[in-house]
Nanobody
Framework: QVQVVESGGGVVQPGGSLRLSCAAS????????MRWYRQAPGKQRELVAA???????TYTDSVKGRFTISRDSAKNTVYLQMDSLRPEDTAVYYC????????????????WGQGTQVTVSS
């Protein structure tokens, strides 16, 4: 059994910062790409940032220069540092990880966390 759990959400004023964490636990053979998505009320879920197992990163245009994705492979954890937050960043943020469950190589499964609320408001 594998669990993916996000933490670090909360309420912050415009211009403030938050750091989200997402940890995968259980019997995991390997982890490939790790991603952060977000979904605002009434909108579709969108990809915010992604990081490969080699460390390559991509960002959606609206967060470039403000958000930073990173990973600690030893801890099976991905982070999202969010600076200069804006009201339009308000959403539920979800972690998505491509991982291989078990003790031998096998096709990966794309696993989601339960989400963490980020609210940017004065």
């Amino acid at each position: 059994q594998v669990q993916v759990v996000e933490s670090g959400g909360g309420v912050v004023q415009p211009g403030g910062s938050l750091r989200l964490s997402c940890a995968a636990s259980g019997t995991i053979f390997d982890i490939y790409d790790m991603r952060w998505y977000r979904q605002a009320p009434g909108k579709q879920r969108e990809l915010v940032a992604a990081i490969s197992n080699g460390g390559s990163t991509t960002y959606t245009d609206s967060v470039k220069g403000r958000f930073t994705i990173s990973r600690d492979s030893a801890k099976n954890t991905v982070y999202l540092q969010m600076d200069s937050l804006r009201p339009e960043d308000t959403a539920v943020y979800y972690c998505n990880i491509d991982l291989v469950v078990g003790q031998i190589i096998a096709p990966y499964t794309s696993t989601w966390g339960q989400g963490t609320q980020v609210t940017v408001s004065s």
